[in-house]
């Protein structure tokens, strides 16, 4: 069964930094892009960032020049690189991967459980 857990969440203050790290375990063949998602109470959940298996990446202008997506292909790790935080960035993260599994033999999107970001002002 493939399984997406992130960690790295916390509080912080308006101008911090937080990193992000999503490993994907299970019988994985191959993963396909990686994103990270945000979801902030009352709103929808939104894409955050994109990275390909290539290490290209796509951001959300909010997040441009402040965040940044990587990624272990070896270690099947997506991280996200968070700095100059806003209070309008607190939200649960969510790791997003498209996974090519042993167990399914095709591409199914995986994720994670969410981790709680709060910036406080």
């Known amino acids: 069964q493939v399984q997406l857990v992130e960690s790295g969440g916390g509080l912080v203050q308006a101008g911090g930094s937080l990193r992000l790290s999503c490993v994907a375990s299970g019988i994985i063949f191959s993963i396909n892009t990686m994103a990270w998602y945000r979801q902030a109470p009352g709103k929808q959940r939104e894409l955050v960032a994109t990275?390909?298996?290539?290490?290209?990446?796509n951001y959300a202008d909010s997040v441009k020049g402040r965040f940044t997506i990587s990624r272990d292909n070896a270690k099947n790790t997506v991280y996200l690189q968070m700095n100059s935080l806003k209070p309008e960035d607190t939200a649960v993260y969510y790791c997003?991967?498209?996974?090519?599994?042993?167990?399914?033999?095709?591409?199914?999107?995986?994720w994670g459980q969410g981790t709680q970001v709060t910036v406080s002002s």
């Open positions: 997003n991967a498209d996974i090519f599994s042993i167990a399914t033999m095709s591409p199914e999107d995986y």
């Open positions: 990275i390909t298996p290539g290490r290209t990446t």
